[in-house]
């Protein structure tokens, strides 16, 4: 097997009209190497390249990094929403977002309760407290 290549030159084979099923398995192969921030970084290029996923294997790949971090699925999730096209917002097939009282909610399929903890109880405000609760990716 070839060794991965850059992100940038597995978008451009993803974004190819006609690309051959052996290219992209290639770039996909080579996304899967890529790490959450790498792939973060091309999140716009990523959900252009969805337009070009005829069997859904770039999709299923950026749902399973944002299932890995709650960061990379917050952006994600509105990168998708402002790429999306008036058509496609009312779309039924749009199994990602439901109107509910006029607001457009996420639906979420699966929740991985490792990225939810529970907090120590504040401790007056102090800067201690906020060290004492790091930041998740």
């Not at 899967?32 to 294997?57: E, G, K, M, N, Y």
């Not at 299923?60 to 008036?86: K, T, Y």
């Not at 939810?116 to 109880?121: D, E, I, L, N, Y």
Request: overall charge positive.
């Amino acid at each position: 097997l070839w060794a991965p290549t850059s992100i940038s030159r597995a978008l451009t084979l993803l974004m190819a009209p006609a690309a051959e099923a052996g290219a992209r398995s290639y770039a996909l192969r080579s996304l899967h190497t890529c790490s959450i921030q790498d792939l973060a970084f091309f999140i716009p290029q990523l959900v252009q390249a969805l337009r070009h996923d005829p069997d859904s294997d770039l999709g299923q790949l950026l749902v399973e990094a944002a299932q890995g971090s709650p960061r990379f699925c917050h952006r994600l999730m509105w990168a998708l929403e402002a790429e999306m096209r008036p058509e496609e917002r009312s779309d039924p097939r749009n199994k990602y977002w439901v109107d509910v009282g006029g607001q457009r909610f996420l639906q979420v399929m699966e929740v991985n309760r490792q990225h939810f903890r529970k907090r120590p109880p504040a401790t007056g405000g102090t800067a201690a407290a906020a060290a004492a609760s790091p930041a998740r990716d």
